[in-house]
């Protein structure tokens, strides 16, 4: 069920019994004192017309919002798959959160057992000093470019270069974006 939907069948609803308890009225109260208890259930009901359009307009400016929202992803997700180097998007406490087909290919893994580990997993442990700097730099809010070599999921090296930007939300650092470009092709074994 589409967001509001639920809230907008139950206005309908108030609205159809109003109605009846309006007609009810007029046929059960005399006539003098029925235009005095119709008076204030007429009012309820303009009322209850007035905050139906605004529901209704409500729920159709979300559901826009959320298409709106959803195509904007789409679109982010593609431009992040059809690049032919890799880019990543790491957390706050370092690990990743997106890996896009072209990082999980230099690495030869799925982009599933990527995620959720540390860069550190991956880089050869020699170059770990330069990934800790790297990170260091980013927390300082200054984005860097760095060479440092990677090891496949088959064992062999590979020697790439680094340019990874803090991330930021509310202006407080989130996490980092790093694309990551081969300087040597990988092992074909």
């Not at 992040?80 to 690990?95: I, K």
């Not at 090296?157 to 092709?185: D, K």
């Amino acid at each position: 069920m589409k967001p509001g939907q639920s809230e907008l069948r139950w206005a309908y609803v108030l609205f159809a019994l109003l109605a009846i308890d309006s007609f009810q009225v007029v046929l059960l109260v005399p006539r003098p004192t029925a235009y005095l208890v119709l008076l204030p259930l007429l009012m309820v009901q303009v009322l209850a017309i007035w905050l139906a359009q605004r529901l209704i307009r409500v729920v159709r400016g979300h559901r826009l919002l959320q298409e709106s929202y959803a195509q904007e992803l789409d679109f982010a997700r593609q431009v992040m798959e059809s690049v032919e180097h890799g880019l990543t998007v790491l957390d706050s406490s370092g690990r990743f959160v997106y890996v896009n087909r072209a990082y999980a290919a230099l690495l030869g893994l799925p982009a599933a057992q990527i995620v959720g580990r540390s860069p550190f997993d991956f880089t050869v442990p020699d170059d770990h000093t330069y990934l800790t700097q790297a990170r260091d730099v980013r927390r300082e809010g200054r984005s860097n470019t760095y060479r440092t070599r990677l090891r496949r999921a088959d064992g062999s090296e590979v020697e790439v270069q680094i340019t990874g930007t803090p991330r930021l939300h509310q202006g407080r650092m989130v996490g980092n974006f790093a694309a990551i470009v081969p300087v040597s092709q990988p092992d074909p074994h």
